[in-house]
């Protein structure tokens, strides 16, 4: 029997030619559609002195829908409240007011700062994570990766949202780079006496202090006898909190808590505390107490550890608690993370936040009473 | 005449990359000056203490990821990217094929095995022939990407290792061993082909793919580290041992899609082969082979691919759980206009798949039964696509948008969301099933008493589950809000699943005994065969898109949250380029495969002996 049968001419090519043909339509699809190209997000340098708050909102709102990637979710797409259609300022009051709300927002302000870099503090009603039952946000903290907003874009995109909808702006407008971006050689250079400190942040232009000085601010050789250190310490860091009677809010700078480093702060605490006369020894060279608890009690209170850390029960939040932390980590890591403390950094805190340079600052004596200390907070 | 081959290229290049990484790996892979100069001066210390014998040697070193600035990329003259692109999809290409060819090539065995019909073991033995040469090309692209990428992306590469670490060597090694498995297995098919000896071939071939399986999933590993980092700290710096790297969130939802996927397209891309050797037949015999082959790669293929898009719904809903900005960027970002591409690819691939079966019915008189269903499973097809294609924003000048009054028409509009894609995509599926179910009748009349009762419960099944899908789309997707729109597309696919299942169990228990009749192989359209050829263009075109959105989702960062990329290309482009490196990889994958099929061909071609010289007389000396 003859099987044979007559195969079509050219099929090598018809089925390349079909092959090719085909591809080419795909090609073709792709490129009928609208080609945009996303570009990787680009760190503006903002000139922080030719900045007015009108370009300030503009960049929150370049922020907004660039770099931020807020228009991503925040559409009216349903995704994510659509914050462009909201009035922002009245929405935070009301959440503000909602039994719902877990962070410590006071005012618009504060809650818009807080939504961004803590969106877990009020998740709005149907936009929680899948199964969560709205206790837990999707979104990411603007201020950590991918997204890594500087403070002072976290501010711009503040300042959009006020004023798209006509509202005053509160935040104030950048006048230089915040301490953790800046990381310049200057934070090392710190001043170690008290005419070091008195002049690198000209107190006596009005206070008088060191024996002369201005008078637009309440003199400052007897404030030992009406306050305690901690007042002192506050009304440096947050002068407007309480007001010396017959002087005005505001004159005085607001962000030396951000300019001053640890050591300086404490240098002009102590002479002011002292009733104007500073031992003059600088805090890496104080006298050695006999007593270990007093000790470090007096490295903690010079260094100022509780400005951030919560310590024997009470302490600030930007760094992680240390009641326990001698359960957590051994002698050598608790060490590592005085003297290098970017390194590692603990979950859920930025890195860049607490100085780099306390191996400067202490001595050998002051941090190795330090460590032990910390390690038997267990 | 036995065949001879060269297998020593996989062999040699698996010996020489476990030399390279143990080298790599042995050696401290990071330079110094690729650390944060903090890091860096604490690896110095770390170094003296060591030296001093003191206790911080024992300390847990931990080493951020690079940050690399952008003179730190080797500049070649070119894109890199576009270098490490088209090699890797190559390699990938191979690679699905290479890994997912064995796997049915086993269970084909297996049903020759049981069956006792050597059709089926030969033609396993055949399909291994292709995938056997693929392995070379395979192991060649392989090498030459890990050289591109520790070329052109060392601080990368370096981390990767530093992340990875021995597992790494480990990979070179099972890779090692997948060559032995491989050649012995194909090799060793005719020494092995009968009695207990088989059972030894079968599970040499089990080894194979668990062997290929571990291979796929640690490879899986490093994609789904570099999107979803897992068992590093916010810097990078490594935290977690292996086990806790490789097992980030989104791998077992890759590594599912990929093995779904990799037999989908290992079936299609021998379905071409065969339909190439059907369509070139010179033999009556030849063609009825190879119809019956492209036949069941194409039943390999489709039936493979129905699942994958719950596979995809798996691996996008993770994405969205692990980060919800990553799943909007993929799906409603930048790069969500690549989805009307994918409908045009799934939709090509369903339209091919189903116009080869409703060709294949012409080989069985049983067949006129059914084919007045066709036109109205065509219709059926056509609207579902055509609103799977239609976008939910339009390319309009203004003067259009203000003739038509905003972006969206206001009868389109509503069909560019994913409600109405969700269901038409649903229905799709489910009348290729339909189309398919209809194939496999078209030859067999059932003999069971309850065939009428078995035949009213299938329309039920089908007629409910419809049903269910327009109803679930329509109801939860326009008439309430978000949350509920994404929920219902999970009845929506739990519809489809029953209607698949429950047509597989009846049709099985309902043709057990059937009355078989006679069917033709051979006596099919030649344009038929032509639909073979556009999966295997379509799937591999689909592979190159996904890969990218997959890859794209990470937009400026190597490592997403931990090591940002910033490399001259570290932009997403536009869909006409990436349109353009899809047709270019796909044209050079098809070239390569046409390389294949012609060295499996060559193979049996015998050059005729010649003919004995008959000496003249007057010239003996």
């Known amino acids: 029997m003859n099987n044979e049968i007559k195969a079509p001419r050219g099929v090598l090519v018809k089925s390349m030619g079909f092959s090719l043909a085909l591809a080419l339509l795909f090609t073709l699809v792709a490129n009928l559609l609208p080609q945009v190209e996303g570009e990787a997000p680009v760190d503006q340098k903002v000139d922080l002195g030719a900045l007015t708050m009108e370009s300030y909102v503009a960049l929150g709102e370049t922020l907004f829908s660039g770099k931020g990637t807020c228009s991503l979710c925040h559409n009216d797409l349903g995704r994510a409240p659509d914050i462009l259609a909201l009035n922002m300022v009245e929405v935070a009051n009301q959440h503000l007011q909602d039994e719902r709300y877990k962070g410590s927002a006071t005012d618009a302000e504060s809650y818009l700062h807080e939504s961004l870099v803590d969106p877990g503090m009020y998740v709005v009603k149907d936009y929680g994570k899948k199964g969560s039952n709205d206790t837990i946000s999707p979104m990411p903290a603007v201020d950590k990766s991918p997204i890594e907003l500087s403070e002072i874009e976290i501010n711009a995109i503040i300042a959009f949202m006020q004023a798209k909808d006509g509202h005053d702006v509160t935040v104030s407008l950048p006048t230089e780079e915040p301490v953790a971006e800046a990381a310049s050689p200057e934070v090392a250079e710190s001043a170690d006496t008290i005419e070091a400190v008195v002049a690198k942040y000209s107190c006596q232009a009005c206070h008088v202090i060191l024996g002369s000085g201005g008078d637009l601010g309440p003199a400052l050789e007897q404030v030992a006898g009406r306050f305690t250190r901690e007042e002192i310490r506050q009304g440096i860091i947050a002068p407007d909190a309480v007001i010396a009677e017959g002087f005005p809010p505001g004159v005085m700078p607001q962000d030396l808590a951000e300019q001053m480093t640890v050591k300086e702060l404490g240098i002009l605490v102590d002479y002011l505390a002292g009733g104007g006369e500073f031992s003059a020894v600088p805090p890496t060279a104080k006298p050695s107490d006999d007593n270990a608890d007093s000790r470090v009690e007096a490295v903690i209170s010079n260094f100022g550890c509780q400005a951030c850390h919560v310590i024997s029960g009470s302490g600030g939040k930007l760094g992680p608690g240390l009641d326990d932390i001698g359960a957590r980590l051994n002698a050598e890591q608790i060490r590592q993370s005085i003297i290098d403390p970017n390194a590692v950094i603990a979950k859920g805190f930025s890195s860049g936040v607490m100085p780099p340079n306390y191996s400067e600052q202490m001595s050998e004596e002051q941090l190795d009473a330090l460590v032990v200390f910390l390690l038997e907070r267990k | ?621």
């Open chain 2, 1 to 621: 005449m036995k065949e001879t081959r060269n297998f020593s290229s996989p062999i040699l290049l698996s010996l020489l990359m476990i030399a390279v990484l143990g080298f790599l790996w042995s050696g401290d892979m990071a330079p110094t000056h690729w650390l944060p100069e903090a890091v860096a001066s604490e690896v110095a210390a770390e170094e003296v203490a060591t030296a001093e014998g003191a206790d911080a040697a024992q300390e847990l070193k931990l080493r951020p990821a690079p940050r690399p600035s952008r003179e730190d990329y080797p500049d070649v003259g070119t894109s890199s990217r576009s270098i490490v692109w088209i090699i890797a999809q190559m390699h990938l290409f191979f690679g699905a094929l290479v890994l997912a060819v064995p796997l049915f090539v086993l269970v084909i065995e297996l049903l020759g095995k049981s069956t006792g019909d050597a059709r089926y073991d030969d033609m396993a033995h055949e399909f291994m022939k292709i995938s056997i040469t693929a392995y070379s090309i395979t192991a060649l692209f392989g090498g030459t990407l890990a050289l591109a990428l520790f070329l052109l992306y060392p601080d990368l590469m370096a981390y990767l290792m530093q992340a990875f670490g021995a597992q790494m060597l480990v990979y070179a090694m099972l890779f090692f061993m997948e060559s032995i498995l491989l050649y012995i297995y194909y090799y060793g098919w005719d020494a092995l082909r009968y009695g207990n000896a088989k059972w030894v071939h079968i599970s040499l071939g089990l080894l194979l793919n668990g062997v290929g399986a571990t291979l796929m999933v640690m490879a899986n590993s490093w994609a789904t580290f570099m999107m979803a980092p897992s068992g590093v700290n916010e810097v990078g710096a490594v935290i977690g041992n292996i086990w806790e790297v490789m097992k980030g969130p989104l791998w077992n939802p890759i590594n599912l899609h990929r093995f779904i996927a990799n037999i989908a397209f290992g079936g299609a891309v021998v379905g071409a082969y065969a339909a190439y050797k059907c369509l070139a037949a010179r033999t009556a015999e030849d063609r009825a082979h190879y119809d019956w082959m492209g036949y069941t790669s194409n039943f390999i293929a489709i039936l493979a691919f129905l699942p994958l898009p719950f596979a995809g719904y798996w691996l996008m809903a993770e994405i969205y759980a692990y980060s919800q900005q990553m799943g909007i960027t993929a799906m409603g970002g930048i790069l969500a206009w690549l989805f009307i591409v994918q409908a045009v690819l799934i939709g090509t691939i369903l339209m091919a798949g189903n116009y080869y079966l409703w060709s294949g019915m012409s080989r069985t008189e049983g067949s006129k039964r059914y084919q007045g269903m066709i036109k109205y499973i065509a219709v059926v097809l056509v609207i579902c696509f055509l609103i799977w294609v239609t976008p939910h924003t339009l390319i309009l000048t203004s003067g259009e948008i203000a003739a038509l009054g905003g972006s969206h028409h206001h009868l389109l509009g509503p069909l560019g969301i994913m409600p109405a894609k969700n269901i038409a995509v649903n229905l799709m599926l489910i009348f290729t099933f339909l189309s398919f179910q209809i194939y496999r009748r078209s030859d067999k009349v059932a003999t069971v008493s309850w065939e009428k009762a078995g035949n009213a419960l299938m329309v039920a099944i089908y007629v409910v589950a419809i049903a269910n899908i327009i109803f679930a789309g329509v109801y939860y997707g326009y008439f309430t809000n978000t949350v509920y729109k994404v929920g219902a597309s999970v009845t929506q696919v739990v519809s489809t699943l029953v209607v698949i299942i429950s047509g597989v169990v009846i049709d099985a228990f309902m043709y057990r005994k059937a009355k078989t009749l006679p069917s033709f192989w051979g006596q099919v359209s030649n344009r038929s065969q032509y639909a073979l050829f556009a999966l295997p263009i379509a799937f591999t075109w689909l592979m190159a898109l996904m890969g990218y959105v997959r890859s794209s989702v990470r937009t400026h960062w190597h490592v997403y949250t931990v090591m940002k990329d910033n490399s001259p290309d570290n932009f997403i482009p536009t869909i006409g380029y990436a349109g353009n490196m899809m047709t270019i990889v796909t044209v050079m994958f098809v070239l390569f495969v046409l390389f294949i099929f012609w060295i499996a061909s060559l193979s049996n071609t015998k050059q005729a002996p010649p003919l004995p010289v008959t000496k003249k007389a007057g010239e003996a000396a």
